[in-house]
């Protein structure tokens, strides 16, 4: 059956091409003018739709991005890697095994390649060896088998711009939430005239489409943005050429950062959080680092959430997925506990969630309102 979301993507195809840039640099002025459009909620913590509604469609497609929107996402989150040619794609893996029938297409067979990514030889097709339109020829599928496959290989890979088009064409206004991905990796191998890097290519992108304000801002609630990325140095590298707010993601305690060779303790103690708080609006920790379980079960909770408050940083851990190979066994199978759990008790200030769909129903159940509207309903005209 035809839903919104379907027609949103053949809007999408029909100005796309293979580079939608290409075909509307500038969204038409109607678009920009969000004064018709219902704002960003802002009263309560964010719904950050992690690679789109991957736990349903095929992870980083329009189709999953579409998705999340429909189902109440306040951000859509992905992941930006380069093609050989230097174009800016919405992908997770630096390879393209996991998720495409690369495998399938015999005019790749030689491209394989083995390259050591931040310190570890990892072998595959990697993006980082193929144009954009050989990218745009592969076809994408669910990354878990567990998850419905029937949108498998009906769908495509989408740049950056494709991505913003998305955000910015959605009937309400809907934030955006791109990573800088492997940036010490993919500077290595993808090369940009006039020496530009990675980083700077992204924040063009960004620039481009009239991203940029501080948080809260007038300009930032027109087209909120947050920029995520584990390198600080890329963060770093970007504060003088965007003041719109940035994450400093934490990855697993045992992993050391991708480009200052840092440890968990040394990024997450206090005087690096006070360090990195001139350039960052938040960290996104992953979940099991401020909450370490045993066996499954959670442990006691880490002092990591309240320490970054303190330093007025906000949190947005990651990931939040529904199945029960995910939920540790004190959320009885049940993915709202676990909300529940990490809104009421811990107390964070965004989710990075597989599942906005879910998200946000217990959102809604459990704060639907902001604190002090009184008798009006939210959404109501002002
Ligand atoms: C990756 O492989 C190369 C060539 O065999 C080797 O020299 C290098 O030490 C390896 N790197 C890692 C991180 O294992
Ligand atoms: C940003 O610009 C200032 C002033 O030009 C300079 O001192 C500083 O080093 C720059 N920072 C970065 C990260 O490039
Ligand atoms: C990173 O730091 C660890 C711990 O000090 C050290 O053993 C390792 O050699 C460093 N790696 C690099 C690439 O500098």
């Known amino acids: ?45 964010y719904n950050i739709a992690h690679r789109g509604s991957n736990g349903e469609i095929p992870e980083e497609t329009a189709a999953a991005y ?3 929107i429909e189902e109440g996402a306040d951000f859509i989150e992905t992941d930006i890697l380069a093609s050989k040619d230097g174009h800016l794609i919405c992908f997770h893996d630096v390879t393209l095994d996991a998720t495409t029938d690369i495998a ?16 570890a030889n990892v072998t595959g097709w990697f993006v980082v060896d193929f144009t954009l339109s050989e990218l745009k020829s592969l076809r994408v599928k669910q990354r878990y088998v567990f998850r419905d496959q029937q949108y498998n290989w009906k769908y495509n890979i989408i740049t950056f711009d494709e991505f913003i088009l998305i955000a910015l064409y959605a009937d309400r206004v809907v934030g ?9 990796f993919i500077n290595q191998h993808v090369k940009w005239s006039g020496g530009k890097k990675f980083e700077d290519k992204f924040v063009e992108t960004l620039l481009k489409y009239g991203y940029n304000g501080e948080y809260m801002s007038e300009d930032w609630l ?7 990325c584990y390198a600080p140095t890329s963060l770093i590298y970007i504060s003088n050429m965007t003041n719109s707010p940035k994450l400093l993601l934490i990855d697993e305690t045992t992993v050391r950062t991708q480009d200052t060779n840092q440890s968990y303790s040394e990024i997450t103690s206090n005087g690096y959080l006070t360090f990195i708080r001139e350039y960052v609006t938040g960290i996104g920790p992953w979940k099991d680092t401020i909450v370490p379980p045993e066996n499954n079960h959670l442990g006691p909770p880490t002092d990591l959430v309240a320490r970054a408050h303190a330093l007025n940083l906000q949190v947005h851990p990651y990931t939040f997925r529904n199945e029960n190979q995910f939920l540790h ?6 993915p709202y506990a676990e909300y529940e759990y990490w809104l009421g008790e811990i107390g964070v200030d965004g989710l990075f969630t597989d599942f906005t769909g879910s998200l946000h129903t217990y959102q809604e159940w459990t704060a639907p309102h902001q604190p002090n509207e009184g008798k009006e309903c939210r959404g109501t005209p002002a």
């Not at 580079?19 to 969000?34: C, E, G, I, M, T």
């Not at 066994?329 to 049940?334: I, K, V, Y």
């Open 176 to 184: 955006i939430y791109p990573e800088i991905k492997n940036p010490i």
């Open 1 to 45: 059956m035809a839903s919104l979301w379907h027609v949103s993507i053949i809007v999408l195809v029909l100005l796309g091409g293979s580079d939608a840039s290409q075909v509307a640099p500038h969204p038409r002025q109607s678009q920009l003018d969000v004064s018709h459009k219902k704002p960003l909620q802002t009263f309560r913590p």
């Open 104 to 119: 399938d297409h015999a005019e790749f067979a030689g491209r394989k390649r083995t390259y050591e990514v931040e310190r």
């Open 222 to 228: 027109k087209q909120p943005l947050f920029i995520q």
């Open 66 to 68: 579409s998705r999340a």
């Open 329 to 334: 066994f004190n959320f009885h199978q049940d």
